[in-house]
């Protein structure tokens, strides 16, 4: 899979996310996402994850997606975050 192909996975499970996604060996199945999105808003960080991997749940199982990092975060967390990294 290349990871323009996962991008869109997630983006129609969670149609309003801003994702990143890269492929962390050139093998086309591990991979890293960040993903920004409303519905992550109020969840911790595991329930965050459990959306995610239900999203590509078909994917995970038959190994066309080996490894999966994610990094979620709600709009709130990610202003956070990205005024933590500026200081």
Known sequence: MLP???RELILEAFPDAVVEVQDL???GDHFAATIVSERFSGLPMI???R???QALLDYLEDGR???LAL???SPEQWQRASVQLES
Request: charged share 20%; hydrophobic share 35%.
């Open 25 to 27: 060996t050139g093998t």
């Open 47 to 49: 329930k965050q994850h």
């Open 4 to 6: 323009e192909d996962v």
């Open 65 to 67: 997606i080996h490894a």
């Open 71 to 73: 990094k979620t975060f």
């Open 51 to 53: 959306l995610v991997n």
